[in-house]
């Protein structure tokens, strides 16, 4: 039987292309968006290109109830986890002190807990067999402070502290965690900007690095990857 990944808010950017790369080494995907139209074509690209079997469902990461119900989802099928990438997120630019009222709850509910229940939710199985790989999308915004990273950033700099004290309580179960920090990368999240596309990182080489990071020996962990573009922040 193929190894397994799971991954949230997988029909775009950095989601798909882990898709795309995991799917190409054999990996079946389960894979969750908020669009239903994009969900049902990653799964007819993906089943048709590199004929594997994937599993889609049309999730609200940044509803509790929701991420469970996800998990449990999963966890019926019987299948072994073996990646499980913490994806799901958005990016909403904004001062601190001048963001509308709810927008560091919202950034908050997409961007880490999404993360933490759906890690509750799968990381028991791993525990249990002993093995499992754990990525959490961080960002640059998880170490850097920058104009107009608001609410975004306290959310990008929690999900790292969880991934550190994720890390601390897995690997005694043999199970990674790695903090993915990418900089500027050419998603829809920059669609309008003046900026040419060479200025950016590619999604591919997001995920050509969590492959490289998963496909290492179980004898080492990568904790942390930083990326940025090659002329530096944007």
């Given amino acids: ?12 950017g950095i989601g798909k292309a882990v898709a795309e790369r995991f799917a190409r080494e054999g990996f079946d995907v389960i894979a969750c968006a908020r669009g239903t139209e994009g969900l049902l074509a990653l799964k007819e690209e993906l089943e048709k290109n590199y004929k594997v079997h994937v599993q889609v469902q049309t999730v ?3 509803k509790r109830e929701a991420v469970e119900k996800f998990a449990a989802f999963i966890l019926a099928l019987g299948r072994t986890v073996d990646v499980l990438v913490n994806n799901a997120g958005y990016f909403v630019p904004g001062a601190l002190m001048e963001e509308p009222d709810g927008a560091l709850e919202s950034m908050i509910d997409a961007n880490l807990y999404s993360a933490y229940y759906m890690t509750r ?7 249990t067999r002993g093995a499992g790989h754990i990525f959490n999308m961080c960002s640059i915004a ?39 920090l990418p900089g500027a990368t050419r998603t829809a999240s920059w669609d309008g900007t ?8 590619p ?26 573009p090659q002329l530096g922040d944007i």
């Fill in 1 to 12: 039987m193929n190894k397994l990944i799971v991954i949230t808010g997988a029909t775009k």
């Fill in 60 to 62: 609200d990461m940044s």
């Fill in 203 to 228: 999604s591919e080489d997001v995920a050509d690095t969590i492959y490289a990071t998963y496909a290492l020996s179980g004898r080492t962990v990568v904790e942390e990857i930083v990326l940025r």
């Fill in 142 to 180: 998880s170490i850097k402070a920058y104009p107009n990273g608001g609410a975004y950033a306290i959310s990008k700099f929690a999900l790292l502290g969880f991934s550190k004290g994720l890390r601390e309580e897995l690997k005694p179960f043999n199970i990674r965690v790695t903090a993915v």
């Fill in 121 to 127: 939710g799968l990381a028991p199985v791993m525990k």
């Fill in 194 to 201: 003046d900026l040419p596309d060479e200025r950016f990182m």
